[in-house]
């Protein structure tokens, strides 16, 4: 079942732009770490989602080819595999949440994307597909079992949408020609991308109703992906020359975070403790960044 909701009538677009940016190439309040595939599986690794347990997954290229998820957990690295998945999408993770359930896509043997959830133990369930849609995928999932995402309709273009017991709705950022939702936390707020009629990419915010943007001062484009209960947003956006930096909003201060030496920088998600999971190096690395006491 789905049901319609665009949020202009519906909620109120919040325009005032929160904090300053602070730029720190290389920030002494946060240690980076590598994340990498073992390279007897593959390499091209991608961390987009942790949890307050510290679980991270992903994406990574295996070394046949074929893209895959993956969870760490206690220091051991797996390899998620949708039964019957085509080798383009075999299922790639989005998040995971603290009951240890983990949302992502996958491709059929048609070429379409579909959705799923991961138990903890490994159990996969697929989503029922968006009615209509040519492409569902589950970008979040809270403890409370809300997922949230994105669908491509019969012209290939992106809507956000919200699942919740069974039940998809809509959600389209009023005036944007592009809406994706990216993460959802436990107090309800959701983070997103819009595309502007201007071409740029803008982040918000939607909670309670209202939608408040995320454009970092200065920025081409702003991608806001991860937010966690404290309300503390990461994501990641372009300066000048199209260069891609990481991002951190907290208590309406922006701050730049680049992994050192890194070509370009991507920040995917933000737990409770404040450890930050990501990507670098044009998405083929992955990155944990920890807050230093």
Not at 18 to 36: E, K, R
Request: aromatic share 8%.
């Amino acid at each position: 079942m789905k049901a319609s909701l665009r949020i202009a009538g519906v909620i109120a677009v919040c325009l005032a732009g929160p904090g300053a940016l602070v730029v720190t190439a290389d920030n002494p309040q946060y240690a980076f770490s590598s994340i990498d595939a073992p390279a007897e599986l593959g390499a091209f690794t991608s961390v987009y989602g942790n949890n307050n347990a510290g679980v991270l997954v992903g994406n990574f290229v295996t070394a046949d080819g074929s893209l895959d998820g993956f969870i760490v957990q206690k220091g051991i690295f797996a390899d998620v595999i949708v039964p019957g998945a085509a080798s383009e999408s075999r299922g790639a993770l989005n998040d995971v949440n603290d009951l240890g359930q983990a949302v992502g896509g996958f491709v059929d043997d048609t070429g379409i994307e579909h959705s799923f959830v991961r138990s903890k133990g490994g159990e996969i369930t697929l989503l029922p597909d968006v009615p209509d849609a040519v492409l569902t995928e589950a970008t979040s999932i809270n403890n409370q079992g809300d997922i949230v995402g994105f669908y491509l309709d019969a012209g290939f273009a992106p809507h956000g949408f919200i699942l919740r017991d069974g039940v998809y709705t809509t959600v389209d950022y009023p005036g944007s020609t592009r809406t994706i939702l990216t993460r959802i936390n436990e107090r309800g707020q959701i983070t997103g991308i819009r595309r502007d009629p201007d071409g740029h990419r803008r982040g918000f915010v939607l909670e309670h109703g209202v939608a408040t943007t995320i454009d970092v001062p200065g920025s081409r484009n702003t991608r806001t992906h991860g937010i966690n209960n404290q309300g503390h947003v990461v994501g990641y956006y372009d300066d000048a020359d199209l260069i891609s930096h990481g991002f951190l909003l907290k208590n309406g201060v922006y701050m730049t975070l680049d992994f050192p030496a890194a070509s370009d920088t991507a920040l995917l998600d933000i737990n409770d403790r404040g450890e930050i999971a990501g990507t670098y190096d044009g998405f083929t690395r992955g990155l944990v960044a920890i807050p230093v006491k």
